[in-house]
């Protein structure tokens, strides 16, 4: 089990960029491979997945509504996750949560429930 704390939301005009911060701690941090996993949800809309990123080897996963547009990113020496969030619309405002689970990100890593641990979410909101 690890703890995730996001950090790096806030207000941008369409158009702008915004980098979110995902920390990792936990004993079990450096000791297993992870799925790490960028979701957001809309109030009264189901949690979507975005990006994902396995620790080992930094495969990386992304949902056609961000590919182009979103980066994501990993820092070990930092154990940090971000997601490089780059022309902006007011679609992509939401709640952004940073989600793991220790193991390879198979086929559901855009689903929820496949994920352990969560952070407590950052809010993003693009203004037109």
């Known amino acids: 089990q690890v703890q995730l704390v996001e950090s790096g939301g806030g207000s941008v005009q369409a158009g702008g960029s915004l980098r979110l911060a995902c920390a990792v701690s936990?004993?079990?941090?450096?000791?297993?491979?992870?799925?790490m996993g960028w979701f957001r949800q809309v109030s009264g809309k189901e949690r979507e997945g975005i990006a994902a990123?396995?620790?080992?080897?930094?495969?990386?996963y992304y949902a056609d509504s961000v590919k182009g547009r979103f980066i994501i990113s990993r820092d070990s020496a930092k154990n940090t996750l971000y997601l490089q969030m780059n022309s902006l619309s007011p679609e992509d405002s939401a709640l952004y949560y940073c989600?793991?689970?220790?193991?390879?990100?198979?086929?559901?890593?855009?689903?929820?429930?496949?994920?352990?641990?969560w952070g407590q979410g950052t809010q993003v909101t693009v203004s037109s």
């Open positions: 989600a793991a689970v220790s193991r390879w990100c198979e086929a559901g890593w855009d689903s929820p429930a496949d994920y352990n641990d």
């Open positions: 936990g004993n079990t941090a450096s000791h297993y491979s992870y799925c």
């Open positions: 990123i396995y620790t080992s080897g930094d495969y990386t």
